[in-house]
Every structure is written in structure tokens, then in C-alpha cells.
């Protein structure tokens, strides 16, 4: 042995060794890779387990929507306990945080995985309402509604997963199962908050979040399984080193942990959706429609009480309104399946659709949202004029939401696939547009909006 040559008990990784890289210095190794291991993929996995996974995954927006909405219902309450007037500054403040939040998680499930970061998500958020539940001061309530909204990985996580378990042509119709369970969360807390607010106190309302997000989290621990493309290829790889082949790698073998998450990729991932809002105008316009949008879906859980009070609704009868929403939602949901239905047939004949007319049948449904709000701004005047058509204002309002909402998803799915489904809408995913609905949603002092401000919002909708 030569003297310039040192003895080393253990030779290291040739990764390791200054100025190499594993894949010069190794030229035998074998890098699995998404085109070689296809087979090993979410999107190999039979039709039945994908449906099952997606499901699970929906529930998890569906719990983090109703975590959010239903704080409204515990807001007379928590004034009357505390004795405070701003209690809302809850529902601001989770607002703003899961903003934040949403967009913190989703660099982190890219290389850790969605699985381990759902469930952590899961987890803090469920911790984050047990401190609201057992705080003995309003600064701890807001405390715990800020540390939910940070904690919620949001919809950029569950529509990652979209990504990995199908395939570009097939991703819209899992993206509209998606879109109905995040709509539906928001109207479901409205539904059952009603009677919580008029019977229970204010940690009822906390309760019957935690009892949904344990629900959630337990159905995600049982049914849930890794999907991101990267762990997966890791673990093979692992598994086939075990066996034997001990020149297999994944992607992030030969990376550090500083390499794994460095801090420029950390930053261009979490506004990557906002460079989106900026570069593309039909994505601004479409933002800032949806955030409009969803301040009336917010707003309509304190402007109901308002309108209804003249035909003497209780909170639990006002609940039993937001059936319609609900309703509005599943319509609007299966108006859905002729539009795609006839995309597929012309695809199917070799015709060539540009991305404009994927946009084309939604913009018809849009005219619902300024019908619903020229109808609500009649009905402000109260009786003699009948009820319902609170009602019917509410279906046109809740078809316009989740045409938008999965418009806008499937015009990023098919054209931004690459890039990100970060810049997306929906009632309870609070984004950039959704930052100004705390300002929004704050309570109306000196009653109802004038009529004539009303009928000029509704105009501004055609």
C-alpha cells in the first residue's frame, strides 16, 4: 500500500468523495425512474383503489372547510362569554394563517410525501381546536384558530395527489369529486351549526370540529396510502438493494438533507400560484371572481340571519336554508357530466380543442351569480314577499360557485399540470383573493346593505 494512500477501515459512498457524483462515478447504477417503473406508480393502481383514495383524500378539504366555516356559529357566544365585540377576528384570523398555511405544506409533501405530511397536517390542526376548546381567554381561542390555519396543508396538497394517482387525460373527472366534497364541507358546517348555536355554547361548536377532524384523521390512517412518485421510486429501490441489486437507487438517494429541501426551491414552490396570478390575466380574472365568490359564501351565513329574521327563522331554521346550498352544489356537480361527456367525443373523433373552450360552458353558468344576488336584493324589503326566494337565490348563487371553482381547476390541470394546481378556488380554500374576505365578512353595523348597493353589485355581475 502506498504511503500517499491512507488506510481507511470503511471506504466511503463514492458520493461522498470530494468533486464525484454518483452517477459518473458509478456507471453501472441503475436510477428508477417514472419512465422505467411506471408499473411500481399511484397511476398503475386499479380504478376502485383510486376512487377510495380520492375520497379519503376529500374528506380531509371536507374537514378543514368545515373547521373553517363553522366558527361563525360559535361567534354570539364567544362575545357573550368573554365579553367581547370582535369575536370574528377568529374567522379572520384562521383565514389569513391557513393562506399561509397552504402554501407552507406543499414543498414538503413533494419530497417527504403526501401521505406523512397529510397526516401531520391532520394532526396539528386537530391539536390546534383541542386548545381552542380548553382555553380559558379569548387570546387563546384566537391563538388556536391561528395555529389550525397554518397547520392545514389546504387544497395544494389534495390536489397534488390528483397529479400522482391519474393520468392528464383523466384527471378532470377526479378533480370534480374533489371539488364537490370541498364546496359541501362549507355548507355542511353551516347545516349543522345552526342548532349548535341557538342550544349549545360555544365549545359545542369546537367539539363537534374535533370529533369531524379525529373522524377524518382515522379514516386517513386506515385507508390512506403513499402516492408521490419520488417516495415511491425510493422505496423500490430500497426494496431491490434488500434483494440483492445493490447498484438501484431512487431519486433521493444521494441527497442530503439540505438538498432534499433547500430554501430556494422551499420559496419558488410556495408562490409559484401567486407568479401564475401575475403572468396570466385569464388566471387573475378567474381569481378574483372566485374570491368574490367565496365572500358570499362566507357572508351568507351572517347575512341569512339579517334576511330571515323578517320572516322570524330561528338558527336552526336558517340551517335548514342552507340545504339549498348544498343542493346547488350536487346540481351544479352533475350538470357537469354532459360537458365532459361531449369533450370526450370530439377528442375521440380527432378534432382539436383549443384551451379556450374548456372555459366556454362554465361562462354560461356564471350568469347565475348575478341573477341570486338581484333576487336576494329584492327580498331585503322582507314580507309580504315569500321566503323562498332566499332559497332560490341560494341555488343560482351555489351553481356559479362550483362552476368557477372547478373551471378555474380544470384549466390548470390541462394546462399547468407541470407546474403547479396551487392557484385554485373553492369556498374553503383560502388563497390570495381570499385574504380580503375577513373585511368582507365583518358584522354589518346599522342593519341591512342598502337596497340600491345591492342592485348595483347585481348589475356589475352581467
Request: net charge positive; charged share 15%.
Amino acid at each position: 500500500m502506498s504511503s500517499s494512500q491512507p488506510y481507511r477501515l470503511f471506504s466511503p459512498h463514492p458520493s461522498k468523495l470530494p468533486g464525484s457524483y454518483i452517477r459518473n462515478r458509478l456507471p453501472s447504477t441503475k436510477f428508477l425512474t417514472k419512465q422505467n417503473l411506471r408499473n411500481n406508480l399511484a397511476q398503475a393502481w386499479s380504478a376502485r383503489r383510486k376512487r377510495i383514495l380520492l375520497t379519503v383524500i376529500s374528506s380531509c378539504q371536507t374537514s378543514i372547510a368545515f373547521t373553517a366555516a363553522s366558527y361563525y356559529n360559535a361567534v354570539p357566544s364567544l362575545n357573550t362569554h368573554f365579553g367581547v365585540k370582535n369575536s370574528q377576528l377568529g374567522m379572520t384570523s384562521f383565514l389569513i394563517s391557513q393562506a399561509v398555511g397552504c402554501r407552507l405544506w406543499r414543498p414538503f409533501s413533494d419530497d417527504m410525501g403526501r401521505k406523512s405530511v397529510t397526516r401531520a397536517s391532520l394532526g396539528l390542526t386537530n391539536m390546534s381546536v383541542l386548545v381552542c376548546v380548553l382555553s380559558k381567554s379569548f387570546g387563546g381561542v384566537i391563538g388556536g384558530r391561528i395555529v389550525g390555519g397554518l397547520s392545514s396543508a389546504g387544497c395544494d396538497v389534495n390536489m397534488r395527489t390528483i397529479q400522482d394517482m391519474f393520468d392528464e387525460d383523466k384527471q378532470f373527472c377526479a378533480v370534480l369529486w374533489a371539488s364537490l366534497f370541498i364546496c359541501l364541507g362549507t355548507v355542511l358546517a353551516g347545516v349543522a351549526g345552526g342548532a349548535v348555536q341557538q342550544f349549545l355554547d360555544w365549545r359545542s361548536t369546537f367539539w363537534l370540529q374535533l370529533i369531524l377532524g379525529v373522524a377524518t384523521q382515522l379514516l386517513h390512517w386506515l385507508f390512506t396510502e403513499e402516492m408521490r412518485a419520488s417516495v415511491l421510486l425510493d422505496r423500490e429501490a430500497k426494496r431491490q438493494r434488500e434483494e440483492g441489486s445493490t447498484n438501484v437507487y431512487g431519486p433521493n438517494y444521494d441527497k442530503v438533507w439540505m438538498e432534499i429541501f433547500p430554501f430556494h426551491k422551499w420559496v419558488m414552490a410556495m408562490f409559484q400560484p401567486y407568479e401564475m396570478i401575475t403572468s396570466e390575466p385569464i388566471t387573475l380574472l378567474f381569481a378574483l371572481l372566485s374570491g368574490y365568490i367565496d365572500t358570499l359564501i362566507f357572508s351568507y351565513f351572517e347575512r341569512y340571519s339579517y334576511i330571515l329574521k323578517q320572516w322570524s327563522f330561528t338558527p336552526t331554521s336558517i340551517s335548514f336554508i342552507l340545504i339549498a346550498l348544498a343542493t346547488s352544489c350536487v346540481l351544479g356537480y352533475f350538470t357537469f357530466f354532459p360537458f365532459v361527456s361531449n369533450r370526450n367525443a370530439r377528442r375521440t373523433k380527432g378534432e382539436n380543442l383549443v384551451p379556450r373552450t374548456r372555459l366556454d360552458c362554465p361562462l354560461c353558468y356564471i350568469i347565475c351569480l348575478p341573477h341570486g344576488l338581484v333576487i336576494c336584493a329584492f327580498l331585503i324589503a322582507g314580507p309580504p314577499l315569500h321566503w323562498f326566494g332566499v332559497v332560490v337565490a341560494s341555488v343560482l348563487v351555489g351553481i356559479a360557485n362550483i362552476w368557477l371553482c372547478v373551471a378555474l381547476l380544470f384549466h390548470f390541470v390541462y394546462r399547468y399540470t407541470s407546474r403547479t394546481l396551487g392557484a385554485r378556488k373553492s369556498a374553503s380554500n383560502p388563497n390570495l383573493q381570499d385574504i380580503q374576505k375577513p373585511e368582507v365578512a365583518v358584522p354589518m353595523k346599522g342593519g341591512l346593505w342598502d337596497e340600491a348597493v345591492l342592485y348595483i353589485v347585481g348589475l356589475l355581475g352581467y
